[in-house]
């Protein structure tokens, strides 16, 4: 059965769009047009404005498109936008802001006092790994997904979570806590592992877990989340079937496979990025001793050429 069913509204979100677009006008028009208003300032560099709208338009595929649709109908579909929601679109957007406009976001009150708190690596690094866990457990994920407040609320909160998680392995303020060397490695596998025990239940459960996906009634309940009630009144629906040829079981463990390998893949990245920024300032470092080392020994040479 076609997508196209459930309207323009619901394949699309036009209201998402607006709001995505006035925040990357915003943020045109500060690092760029009012930059010089602030104390502190910078050009905005393309690795950054690059960074930036990759985040935004990832953020849009994910929760604007008729991805998101899908992801209401299908549990593997769903898992697909939590993994590239919670582990490619907060590092895309730490990197595309400036560290200026950050320095000039973190000193007003109430957010310098919240980064006191949850800029630190480990608190962070914790409460996403139980956030993430608590969601899925099958009784409060099928209260979540049936609820349109809820739903928003709880994923707002797990995405502030993961932002917090990346936030001293991307920041470059030198001002806030960072992670650097072999501590960086460990903090990026760790946070990987605070996925394990759920993807593990999700992928080797021998039964569906979750409602909103196996059973008609709750399945319509969630639906109404993304598709209109009068949309949905005039469609004859009786299940996530109709557009798949996978059981509720196979579904259910195809997403915990798609989160898995998914943030593997994408922590392997920033691991390998992690292991050639230390190798740069390895080399970097060796250079400027090895040009230090010189500039002494001429210095020596030149001192006892004076003396004779």
Not at 113 to 121: N, S
Not at 245 to 254: A, I
Request: proline share 6%; with cysteine.
């Amino acid at each position: 059965m076609p997508l196209s069913i459930f309207g323009f509204q619901a394949l699309w979100s036009p209201v998402f769009i607006g709001v995505l677009v006035f925040l990357t006008v915003l943020y045109f028009l500060i690092t760029v047009k009012w930059r010089h208003e602030f104390e502190v300032s910078e050009p905005l560099t393309r690795k950054e404005a690059a960074a930036f709208l990759s985040g935004m338009v990832l953020l849009y595929i994910i929760k604007g498109s008729p991805v998101d649709l899908l992801g209401h109908i299908l549990f593997s579909v769903h898992m697909t936008q939590m993994a590239f929601l919670l582990f490619l679109v907060p590092p895309l957007l730490i990197a595309g802001i400036p560290a200026w406009v950050w320095a000039a976001f973190i000193r007003l009150p109430v957010i310098r006092t919240v980064f006191k708190v949850m800029g630190l690596p480990y608190i962070p690094l914790f409460l996403f790994g139980v956030i993430f866990s608590f969601y899925h457990l099958p009784m409060v994920f099928d209260i979540i997904k049936q609820d349109a407040t809820l739903h928003g609320v709880y994923t707002l909160i797990l995405f502030l979570s993961a932002f917090f998680m990346w936030w001293p392995i991307m920041n470059t303020l030198h001002d806030t806590y960072q992670v650097h060397g072999l501590t960086r490695v460990i903090y990026i596998v760790a946070g990987g592992a605070m996925l394990t025990p759920a993807c593990a239940l999700i992928i080797f459960g021998d039964v569906p877990f979750y409602a909103t996906y196996s059973d008609p009634e709750a399945w319509l309940e969630a639906m109404a989340l993304c598709v209109p009630a009068s949309t949905l009144a005039g469609l004859n629906l009786t299940g996530p079937e109709l557009f798949t040829n996978m059981s509720p079981l196979e579904d259910q463990q195809v997403g915990g496979i798609a989160m898995k390998v998914l943030q593997e893949l994408i922590m392997t990245y920033f691991l390998g990025m992690v292991f050639y920024q230390w190798f740069r300032r390895e080399q970097d470092d060796a250079d400027e001793i090895t040009a230090k080392a010189l500039k002494d020994r001429q210095a020596m040479l030149a001192n006892q050429h004076g003396q004779h």
